[in-house]
């Protein structure tokens, strides 16, 4: 997808863009199938506490699957799609390379948020404008459900972080909420923010359970000493870049279509 001078503009200001209409209603249809295969086979956990970040709450549920794409053709080939890599590489720069991806799924009434972090807390990769996140509402993300919320332009100052007792293994920092912005988004909409932007997740006070998927990039110049949970990151640009040949024996790149209908079919047949 190709951004405007203004677009790009904005996340080097503000540390985020968001973009409404990025994913068709098939590949969300695909995406919210294989989230559903995901809970059939129990591979989401609950990372909520009731708040000592050790003991597993038995009334608040905040489920994570990280790293997905060992699990899931689908999640595997969602980061070589054309549109993903030209929208990423405007931002950061080339050679892009996939670091991370995660789905946190909020359950209806119960579903307990994230607290506010920076993802460079984790990472501290040496520019935090290098690295973004592209996180995508798997279902309609409002304020009633808990979507997601960032601080515009915290990426210029590193908060510290502390361990979070409200999950199993996160950490948390404490910025000041009242310059927090909070983007609603349609399902398919998804938000890049760079891995200095401070944000979390509220939780879901509605009946129906909201997911969000987050695939995370770097510069492969900011790759040193980067901590991650991936095994494989693939290039996504650059001239070891193969649209997934080189790490998977698969052009996805060039697959994803077929991806989707995949997915849509096999949930269709269970």
């Known amino acids: 997808m190709k951004l405007s001078d203004a677009q790009i503009q904005q996340f080097y200001e503000q540390g985020y863009l968001a973009l409404p209409e990025f994913w068709d209603k098939t590949e969300v249809a695909a995406m919210q199938a294989e989230i559903e295969r995901f809970k059939q086979i129990g591979l989401l956990r609950n990372v909520a506490t009731d708040g000592d970040g050790k003991t597993h709450s038995s009334t608040k549920a905040n ?136 944000h979390c997740t509220r939780g879901n006070t509605t009946a129906k359970e909201r997911a969000g998927v987050a695939l995370h990039f770097l510069n492969a110049d900011q790759m040193q000493n980067t901590s991650g949970f991936m095994a494989v990151r693939p290039y996504l640009t650059g001239t070891e870049a193969s649209g997934g040949v080189n790490e998977y024996g698969v052009d996805y790149a060039r697959t994803w279509n077929h991806v989707v209908s995949r997915t849509l079919e096999v949930q269709s047949a269970n």
Not at 79 to 89: C, G, I, L, Q
Not at 166 to 177: G, L, M, T
């Open 63 to 198: 489920l994570q699957l990280c790293p997905m794409s060992p699990h899931s053709e689908f999640y595997r080939a969602m980061p070589f799609v054309p549109k993903v890599v030209e929208t990423v590489s405007q931002l950061i720069g080339d050679p892009v390379v996939l670091h991370l991806d995660q789905v946190f799924l909020k359950p209806g009434l119960h579903g307990s948020g994230t607290n506010w972090h920076q993802d460079n807390a984790y990472f501290k990769i040496p520019n935090p404008l290098r690295g973004t996140a592209l996180w995508t509402a798997v279902h309609d993300a409002t304020l009633a459900n808990g979507t997601i919320h960032v601080i515009p332009g915290s990426f210029r100052q590193a908060y510290e972080h502390s361990r979070d007792p409200e999950s199993d293994h996160h950490i948390r920092c404490y910025p000041p909420e009242d310059q927090a912005v909070p983007v609603e988004l349609p399902a398919g909409g998804v938000v890049l923010f760079a891995y200095g932007t401070a």
